[in-house]
């Protein structure tokens, strides 16, 4: 959900995410751990579960001590005694930082025991020279609150590969001052599989999607290798595929940032580092659609006027406007469709009929004095514009309490009354100008947002939409933000939808448009702030976390659009810009949506899994297979960090493997950044005849190409 309130999630994008590449030395997730212990040795004598003990003359051995001077050092029974006694900044600059130590690869499951007399900070890091060529963090910091008398910190980790690694241990926090922090023991195991650490649920974070929620841990196969049987049956076609699921949404605020203020070009750079990508539906925009005035965005620089979309910007002149945006898209995905989210708050009805004959006039038949088509043809846009879909307003439903959403002399009616009441009103003066204009209305937010505020039954939202407005829609749209909650509830959330349109209307002609949605960033223990997580949405766990649930959209019938949340906003970006090098770079999420769509076939066909224990189609694994005409097309996620997959198939027809594209990193949190591609997609030509066969790695996306 995108509340008006929040861009925190939505639009910090571009500073969220240079803060989190400028500080990342000293602030990021529990991963960290993850390479913090390939730090030490399994034969060094602090991993045998042996309390720290000091050496000789009072030297702690194989550490170095940092800022001594701001501690006090003794013996503990068991362990070492810190007092701190004078603050330090950076606090990872007072305490303890090991010796630097080769480690091999492999998984491991570091404990720290901690004893404290009060609520008490600590501060662990990795630092890694990674094959021994340049120096890196290990995916991020911990910052964690002691509690009395003991911690014990445990985390699972691995490592990729051999690696020469430091962990240090930062106690330097003004809160510390006075307190004694007795470091206990600190052991290493060294395990085959790793396992969830308590199946106890744990806190979403922050953001406003899943605020104050607690979600489970996610389950982990504890198999090296899950047999796998899979079954295609090509006769049995169960959807013709829609290539407008693999769309993106895009951003009017960010977007200010790409656009030369001269030309009102885009910058060839944006373009360049989505070079391969398509985006064959483009949906403008979320949140700040219901604020952008595109009457005030079009025309020459000069004529156009100022307006704010943030609360935080001041109110400016939007060099990228629909035309620019327009023109953007064109040249990323030739022959690109659009959905344009309606202003319901700001434009009123009159202002959407000339939209829509601004996009979509010839320019013969004016609705008023202001030939709209005309202009549009004068700034640029010499052909109509393929409007797919009319969205009618943008998540109305988080606003219930807010009445600058009710038009209605009753300030008491119920807001999704009000919502009704505008979408006629928008729907009827479209209609005057484009008969044949399609609409969706939203659905409200998930279950588990309504059930935190007490709102009531969240599919009571669409049942009413539904009941209105059901002969005049042809979608209704939800906005799933997955990891928080698993794909699989999303999926149950579109099944109450599907069902209550058949049961509302009597038939199945609205189908679901997934008009946003991503990964939603869970603040980790540890993190002190909800965008210190932000990374993970376009991490491998990200594309992987995506890629699943497209995956699983390919296979229902009902989704016949859905556009990525997003293209460059907010912590989802597809491209950022770089201030330092002054370019523009890729995430892993446009080498996923370019992987996705060279997978697309013609239909989606019918399959069985079967095998033993994990082998099933879960939230850590899915497939589907593709007829394409002279083949088939396997697209194949592996959520599983550690786990592979050996698939066995069986067709009705004999085929030939000719590609395989595997899409992955060394750790599922392992990121791109303006200086380096992370996340690699690898394509290989094969000519296995008579196909049978495939042991999937762990942590990828696969599409395997065969031939008749």
């Known amino acids: 959900m995108l509340s008006s309130v929040s861009f925190a999630r939505y639009d910090h994008d571009h500073r969220g995410h240079e803060m989190l590449k400028t500080k ?106 990674e094959a021994d060529q340049k120096k890196r963090d290990a995916g991020g910091d911990i910052w964690t609150t002691l509690k009395a008398p003991e911690t014990i910190l445990e985390k699972q980790i691995s490592t990729g590969a051999d690696v020469t690694a430091q962990i240090i241990i930062g106690i330097g926090f003004k809160e510390n001052v006075g307190q004694r922090i007795v470091l206990k023991k600190i052991q290493l195991k060294q395990v085959a599989i790793m396992k969830d650490e308590s199946p106890q649920a744990v806190a979403a974070g922050a953001g406003h999607e899943y605020d104050g ?116 898209c064109q040249s990323v995905t030739p022959g690109a469709h659009f959905s344009w989210t309606l202003n319901m708050i700001k434009d009123s009805p009159d202002d959407s009929a000339d939209l829509a004959e601004f996009f979509c006039g010839d320019g013969t038949h004016p609705r008023g004095e202001t030939n709209w088509a005309r202009l549009r043809q004068q700034y640029g846009l010499m052909e109509t514009v393929p409007v797919d879909i009319w969205e009618l307003g943008n998540e109305f439903d988080w606003e219930r309490n807010n009445k600058r959403f009710i038009r209605s002399e009753d300030p008491q009616i119920f807001p999704v009354q009000g919502y009704i009441e505008l979408c006629r009103r928008h729907m009827a003066a479209i209609r005057s100008v484009m008969p044949q204009a399609k609409f969706c209305a939203h659905a409200a937010s998930g279950d588990w947002a309504y059930r935190a505020r007490k709102w009531g039954d969240w599919s009571e939202w669409h049942r009413e939409v539904l009941k209105a407005l059901g002969k005049e829609l042809d979608y209704i749209s939800f906005h799933p933000y997955y990891l928080g909650a698993p794909v699989s509830v999303m999926e149950k959330h579109l099944g109450v939808i599907r069902d209550d349109i058949r049961s509302i ?87 996923t949506f370019q992987v996705l769509n060279r997978s697309l076939g013609r239909e989606v066909v019918a399959l069985e899994v079967s095998g033993g224990e994990d ?58 950044t303006a200086n380096e591609r992370r996340i690699i997609a690898k394509d290989m030509a094969h000519s296995d005849v008579g196909f049978r066969t495939y042991l999937m790695p762990a942590k990828s996306l696969v599409v395997l190409m065969l031939k008749k």
């Open 615 to 672: 082998a099933k189609p879960n939230d850590h694994f899915s497939i589907t297979a593709m007829n394409t005409g002279g083949g088939m097309n396997i697209v194949l996620v592996n959520r599983e960090e550690y786990s592979q997959r050996q698939l066995h198939f069986t067709f009705r027809s004999s085929y030939t493997l000719t590609n395989e594209t595997v899409l992955t990193a060394e750790h599922k949190y392992a990121y791109n």
């Open 24 to 129: 990342r030395t000293f602030l990021s997730l529990w991963l960290s751990l993850a390479v913090i212990a390939s730090a030490l040795q399994l034969n060094a004598q602090y991993l045998k579960n042996q309390p720290l003990t000091l050496g000789e003359k009072g030297v702690l051995t194989d550490w170095v001590l940092n800022a001594p001077q701001a501690f006090e050092l003794s013996a503990a029974e068991p362990g070492i005694a810190f007092r701190v006694t004078t603050a330090v900044n950076p606090v990872y600059n007072c305490g303890l930082a090991q010796q630097k130590i080769r480690l091999p690869k492999g998984n491991y499951r570091l404990s720290l025991t901690v004893a404290v007399e009060s609520d008490a900070k600590l501060f662990i890091a990795v630092r890694t020279d």
């Open 213 to 328: 929620i607690m979600l489970e841990k996610e389950k982990r196969s504890e198999k090296k290798t899950i047999e796998t049987e899979v079954t295609v049956d090509e006769t049995k076609v169960l959807r013709t595929i829609d290539v407008r699921v693999l769309g993106a949404q895009w951003n009017w605020i960010t977007s200010q940032n790409y656009v030369d203020v001269e030309t009102l070009a885009i910058k060839s750079g944006f373009l360049t580092a989505l070079e391969g990508t398509r985006i064959p539906l483009n949906r403008m925009a979320g949140t700040e659609s219901q604020f952008f005035r595109w009457k005030w965005a079009i025309g020459p620089l000069s004529d156009r006027k100022t307006h704010q979309l943030v609360s935080w910007e001041e109110e400016t002149v939007k060099a990228f406007g629909p035309v620019e945006w327009v023109k953007t």
């Open 505 to 591: 209307t009597g038939d199945n002609r609205i189908k679901l448009f997934i008009s946003e949605h991503a990964v939603w960033p869970n603040q980790d223990p540890g993190m002190k702030e909800w965008k210190d997580s932000w990374f993970k949405t376009h991490a491998l766990y990200g594309c992987l976390g995506t890629a699943h649930f497209l995956n699983r959209m390919f296979q229902n019938p009902e989704v016949v659009a859905a556009t990525y949340h997003n293209v460059n906003g907010g912590p989802w970006g597809m491209v950022y810009w770089d201030q330092a090098s002054s370019n523009f770079w890729r995430t892993g999420m446009a080498d």
